[in-house]
């Protein structure tokens, strides 16, 4: 027998292994799924914590699907505008059809997603990469469902509890289960990496997975975050994006929103170096509570400069967190940039903004002020250390690394700008500085977080308006707040 055909031997045997693996698993769900009535099982606390951790990750009205959706009780919880359930097991998905008739389930294997169509925001894979057997085929299928600002949710079970969940099988306190894949997480973000997508997070969840009242929540959102504690959780969660590929089909137009308070010398320098971005640059200016002629020196400006798209708002409210968002509200660019009008940031610094959210280096680009020499005067000392507690206090609580909370200069799509504002009241309208609104809901979408390192220079005109005892106060009291809606959900 020839090479060739001892090739195309195993081949053929490693294709019957995987018929026999998948039609096992098939008739194994079918059979638990004829069960699933009578059967009173400890896994009901677990899996309302995965749906309470989902639902912490996915806002309602979004298009989701679920591959491996068992009888669809996950993808349900999360209030898709459009839900679409994927099972392999034909009782399964017969359950979840009449369980949940306002959601879509098609009998289909993870494998071959070909007969699906369109873009989905979210994609769940809750606890299938343990059972499948080509996971990295499987991904490569996701990447059917999934575009750049689509989010990839995984988890599966720590390999630690190989022994316990194996017994509780046994014992018919849980659903039983078939040999498993027992992945790491660093296994899966390879094989993520290798099917072509970025890993955003990865985190551990569910320390206790018994609905015992008061120990439960105790070690699922408070112990599971801590050190050395959240190595022997069960599931091991990863929340992954594909990476833009090539350029943007056409430039956008850039809002680079200008909060001004107490201002007015700054602002003949802010008309004539903010540069043009892509196909084009709007300027607005947002000025509220001034007590010198910041208006008036607005107004002048823009008559000055017709050549220039500036745009002048007059703020009811107070704070530059709520100018922040006037501005955003108002701005027409598909780019959406913030630029502190004290100049500490140079505005030649932001066509480096630009790139690296158009080039997809990240969702939203925030400016670090924290990593090159400052001009003697831009930060006061207790700033400074301020500034470097709360960046190592974000980063534990975000999942992401955040060297720099307070800096002005942030910039997103305004697509994802409407999606943070629409689930704001997740949060509460609390902030009145505009960084932290903007973070939360950046972190709470999974989106991509870039730091973008800036020179920070002196004020040549005016004084801060940061109260740095009492903001920092308030912003303990808002990271505080936000630990309950973000880290400890």
């Not at 879509?104 to 059972?131: K, T, Y």
């Not at 020179?455 to 009291?477: C, F, P, S």
Request: charged residues 25%.
């Amino acid at each position: 027998m020839s090479g060739y055909e001892e090739d195309l031997g195993a081949l053929g045997r490693r294709d019957a292994a995987r018929e026999r693996y998948t039609a096992a698993r098939v008739a194994h769900w079918d059979a638990v799924a004829a069960t699933l009535d009578r059967r009173q099982g400890v896994g009901a606390g677990y899996h309302r914590r995965l749906a309470q951790v989902y639902r912490s990750l996915i806002p309602p009205g979004l298009r989701v699907i679920e591959i491996g959706c068992g009888e669809g009780d996950l993808l349900a919880a999360l209030a898709p505008s459009l839900g679409v359930g994927v099972d392999f097991s034909g009782a399964m998905v017969r359950r979840a059809n009449a369980r949940h008739p306002g959601l879509h389930f098609v009998q289909g294997d993870a494998h071959d997603l070909s007969d699906l169509e369109g873009e989905f925001d979210a994609v769940v894979l809750s606890d299938l990469v343990n059972d499948v057997w080509d996971v990295q085929g499987v991904l490569e299928q996701v990447r059917r469902c999934a575009a750049p600002h689509t989010r990839v949710v995984i988890n599966s079970y720590s390999h630690l509890w190989e022994g316990p969940l194996a017994l509780a099988g046994r014992l018919g306190l849980a659903k039983p289960n078939l040999p498993q894949n027992w992945l790491t997480r660093d296994d899966v973000t390879n094989l993520l990496r290798i099917s072509g997508f970025e890993t955003v997070r990865q985190w551990t969840e569910v320390l206790w997975p018994l609905a015992t009242p008061g120990l439960a929540g105790a070690c699922n959102r408070v112990l599971v975050r801590l050190w050395p504690l959240n190595h022997l959780a069960l599931a091991n969660f990863i929340v992954a994006r594909v990476p833009p590929q090539g350029g943007m089909p056409a430039e956008p137009v850039v809002s680079v929103v200008v909060p001004a308070r107490n201002e007015a010398g700054n602002v003949q320098e802010i008309v004539a170096r903010v540069p043009e971005m892509g196909a084009g640059t709007e300027i607005v200016f947002v000025e509220g509570g001034s007590s010198d002629d910041t208006y008036g020196a607005i107004e002048r400006e823009i008559a000055a400069h017709p050549e220039r798209r500036c745009r002048l708002l007059r703020q009811n409210g107070s704070g530059k967190g709520d100018a922040v968002r006037l501005g955003f509200a108002e701005a027409s660019g598909e780019v959406l940039m913030i630029l502190d009008a004290d100049l500490t940031v140079p505005p030649e610094e932001l066509p480096r903004f630009y790139r690296a959210l158009v080039e997809g280096k990240g969702e939203f680009v925030n400016g670090v002020r924290l990593v090159y020499p400052m001009e003697q005067q831009a930060m006061r000392l207790a700033n400074l250390l301020g500034n470097k507690f709360f960046s190592l206090l974000f980063s534990w609580l975000l999942g992401q690394p955040i060297k720099d909370t307070l800096c002005g200069t942030k910039v997103l799509w305004k697509r994802d700008y409407a999606t943070i504002a629409a689930n704001r009241s997740y949060f509460g309208d609390f902030d009145p500085f505009g960084d932290f609104d903007l973070l939360f809901g950046a972190a709470r979408l999974n989106l991509k977080i870039a730091e973008l390192p800036v020179r920070y220079r002196e004020r040549t005109y005016g004084t801060t308006n940061i109260k740095r005892w009492r903001h920092g106060v308030l912003l303990l009291k808002m990271v505080a707040f936000a630990a309950g809606r973000v880290k400890f959900v």
